[in-house]
């Protein structure tokens, strides 16, 4: 099936849940019915943290009912071990579906209808007997051990970004002057923030920013005589979208594009991948904003620095999004979800088009952590297409700058993280091991603070 009219049918979210309706191979495909149904729940929000936690727990819930990768954590001591004679295909769909239910009902127990219906189609795929009971049995505990493994994970820890006195400290931009939450959650990939080292932005007083800094004055303003109308184009469609959800729904269209030639442990297996990759995107990212504190290209240009005068009078192209500056989260998500899904497919061949998310928050909340879309739509067009997933990640990454909401670090930076997200989450569960050989799961959690602590130090 071409990569492209499948994408199409993605163009909305509404779609999308129609399509699956619809369609027999999709209909069939629990890995993609549970994802979509997580998204629901985030309302229009990048449900990252969830769909993490819910894809792992997928992923171990198949592969200890039919062993073919290695899992995410260890078996928990009240796992249930699957009687030997039963068919253990039925009793992975059936362990996957209950491990999935369980978490988003632990996760979002006001949302437990939608979650029911889901499951009611989940289990309508696999015949009533023991071994749907096996699987069913299976699936709830890993479902609550997954759960319970980042309850302390700092995610509940909520708080406003600090303002920097410092020079080359971040402000409340102009014009609106918000701020926006983040928290002190643990990554999924890395025990802490001391596995990735990060450089600092550069100084005000580094001639390295002054560079940068002439280079979003004149490509990034309200008004610019060098930003072309396809950089402008650019610049407003990626600032409307959340790459959390709309490198999620890309994944799905692969996969179902594929679907006659994978096995349910390998869609589980590449789903969760992805998405522990994504949110580690948005925790390493957020993490770094905080750490380093560094100002908007729209307050730098207000103030002097060395070799260039100030311009009260400047300002963006968007509006500065309400959170400190350096690295920037947008060029994260997307080189990310790109690195990931390039090297699962190696052979895709472009054109690639990224399809828009509708969906905004919730009024009345402040945008939290890894939340990128602002609006329902952009207003440009559904959807763009490019030569292949490195192409469209560049694109994504240089619009920040013609948007006048990054200097070039910040996108430099981005990359550098997403490189080594990426190659921890394609490193994790490969094929299973020997017999004999204990799966070896994730180290626990560290808090956000602690991460910061030994960063600092």
Known sequence: MALTPVLHRLATLAILVTYIAASPSLARDAVADWTITADRLGHGNANWRTLAIMHQAMHDAVN?????????????????????????????????????????????PDDRNEIERTYARALARTPDGPAEDAGVALGEV????????RTNDGFGQVHLFPTSPERGGWQLAPKEFRNSSTTDIGPFLFSSAAEVPAPPPFAA?????????????????????????????????????????????????????????????????????????????????????????????VTAIHEEIPGVASDPDWMPMIETPPHPEYPSGHASDCFTGAMVLQATFPNLAGPVSYVAQPGRP??????????????????????????????????????RIWAGAHFRAAVTEAKRVAQLISHRALAAVPSAPKAGRADRGLEQPKQRGEAITKRSS
């Open 205 to 297: 007083t580094d001639p390295r920013l002054r560079a940068e800094l002439e280079q979003v004055r004149d490509i990034g303003g309200l008004q610019s005589a060098l930003r072309t109308p396809l950089q402008s184009e650019a610049a407003s469609y990626w600032y409307f979208q959340s790459s959390q959800r709309g490198f999620v729904y890309l994944g799905l269209a692969l996969l179902e594009a594929r679907a006659a030639s994978l096995s349910l442990a390998t869609e589980a297996r590449i789903m969760s991948q992805l998405v522990t990759a994504m949110a580690d995107s948005a925790i390493l990212i957020w993490w770094e904003k905080e750490h380093f504190l560094s100002w908007r290209p």
């Open 64 to 108: 200890a009912a039919e062993p073919t990768y290695a899992r995410w954590h260890p078996a928990d001591a009240n796992e249930p071990q699957v009687t030997s004679g039963l068919p253990r295909k039925v009793v992975a769909m059936a362990a996957l579906a209950a491990a999935a239910r369980r978490v988003l009902i632990l996760l979002h």
């Open 362 to 399: 919730p009024e009345g909340i402040t945008m939290g952590m890894g939340q990128h879309s602002k609006l329902a739509d952009s207003g440009i067009r559904a959807k763009r297409t490019y030569q292949n997933l490195a192409a469209m990640a560049e694109d994504r990454a240089e619009s």
């Open 142 to 149: 890993i479902g609550k051990s997954a759960v319970r493994r």
